[in-house]
């Protein structure tokens, strides 16, 4: 917290000050120059300068019911004079005047906190309005309501109704800005005391105004009726009080490039791209060409594809020709290919059997298997179907297979999938 300002430096600060903060485009108050993309609207410091009084005062109506908190409020009070209008109420009303992220306000403050701490003990009773005394006439950065610019001209209209009601003063109430109407919609003028184009004065007396739409296409009009047109629109001729549409593709007024063609709309026309198979044309679809594009003829009064696979244009080897909208294409025979510019046949692979690719070794151990399936065989014959050595036969066929198959599984399994 600074200390208090003695009474011999106010008036200089004051002044200083004041020429520093009244000169154009004041850069301490300039925001970093944004995106060229999307710049954002630029406040003028006195929106700074209102939001930060606007926030004081928040905090003063915060802190009328606090004290000093030291225990014994009318000891501190008596001693200490009024928590009111104390030096501990400024400082804690200062500590949140401003956000953390609103870097504009605390550079304001930074720099008119001695003249807050001189409003605050020496000008309250004088000047109670903090805004009209710091941002007004302290520091040059607003106006009242109802003016702008440098010397607070008052906007067109009055400062008491600023542009008749029905518009922005631009600059309004700052030092800035250019005192321009924006007016609302339906209303124009100088000062927005007229009804602007496309409408007309529904009522009027000394202090109001209202503005109604024109039909449609008229721009100026004495009533809401089509037949009340007095001035039409662009693309719209005044006819019998009436606006009725120009016809921009008949009377040669169209501009269209060289293969498009016009078509006509409500107080304005089109131009539209010509079929494909046209070079220039009159309207839409392959019956309006003037003439036919490449790989067209004309065919009556329209122009069609010209079929160039009725002729040998493929020279190539196993080509054939393809027909396509206003060309063709040679492409290769079916069962050939394209390498290197030539048509040639496709290999098709031979499928190849169950037991191709095996190993010898694998082969020997197949070998051996079935000879043994055959020696068991002979055996159970020979026992003339005794039931033990029909089970050694079973045994010795299953371990044998198992013993194949645990070094063929995968490979076996792909075979019988593929059909080998």
Not at 30 to 59: A, I, W, Y
Not at 77 to 102: A, H
Not at 161 to 189: F, I, L, N, V
Not at 316 to 321: M, P, R
Request: aromatic share 8%; charged share 20%; hydrophobic share 30%.
């Amino acid at each position: 917290m600074a200390s208090l300002p003695r009474r011999g430096l106010v008036p200089p600060l004051l002044w200083g000050l004041s020429l520093f903060l009244s000169l154009p485009g004041p850069v301490w108050l300039q925001p970093s120059p944004p995106p060229q993309s999307s710049p954002p609207t630029e406040l003028h410091p006195c929106h700074t300068c209102r939001g930060l009084v606007d926030s004081f005062n928040k905090g003063l109506e915060r802190t009328i019911r606090d004290n000093f908190g030291g225990g014994n409020t009318a000891w501190e009070e008596e001693k200490l004079s009024k928590y009111k209008d104390s030096e501990t109420r400024l400082v804690e009303v200062l500590e949140s005047v401003c956000s953390k992220s609103d870097f504009e306000c605390h550079r304001l403050l930074e720099l008119s906190e001695e003249l807050v701490e001189s409003w605050w003990f020496h000008k309250q009773q004088e000047a109670p309005d903090l805004f009209q005394w710091l941002c007004s006439d302290s520091l040059k950065l607003c106006c009242p309501s109802g003016t702008f610019g440098p010397s607070c001209l008052p906007c067109p209209g009055g400062p008491e109704k600023p542009c008749g009601g029905y518009g922005q003063c631009e600059g309004e109430g700052t030092r800035g800005g250019s005192g321009r109407c924006d007016c609302q919609a339906g209303y124009g003028g100088e000062a927005c005391g007229q009804c602007g184009l496309g409408y007309f004065e529904a009522e009027r007396n000394a202090s109001h105004l209202v503005c109604s739409a024109c039909f449609g296409p008229c721009a100026r009009c004495s009533g809401p009726e089509e037949s009340n047109c007095l001035q039409c629109k662009k693309g719209w001729a005044l006819h019998h009080l009436k606006c009725v549409d120009i016809d921009e593709c008949g009377t040669e007024r169209a501009s269209c490039g060289a293969n498009q063609f016009c078509v006509n709309t409500e107080g304005s026309y089109e131009c539209r791209d010509c079929a494909k198979a046209c070079l220039g044309c009159m309207g839409a679809g392959p019956g309006r060409c003037k003439k036919c594009s490449p790989g067209y003829q004309q065919v009556g009064s329209k122009c069609l594809d010209v079929d160039e696979c009725e002729t040998e244009v493929c020279p190539g080897e196993n080509q054939q020709c393809e027909n396509m909208e206003g060309s063709y294409r040679c492409v290769c025979a079916e069962g050939y290919k394209q390498i290197e510019g030539i048509c040639v046949k496709e290999q098709i692979p031979e499928s190849a059997g169950f037991f191709s690719e095996m190993t010898e070794d694998e082969l020997v151990v197949l070998q051996q298997m079935f000879f043994g399936v055959i020696i068991c065989a002979l055996a159970t014959l020979a026992a003339k179907g005794d039931l033990v050595f029909t089970a050694i036969f079973i045994g010795a066929v299953a371990a044998m297979t198992g013993y194949w198959l645990s070094e063929r599984s995968d490979r076996v399994l792909e075979g019988f999938i593929k059909g080998r």
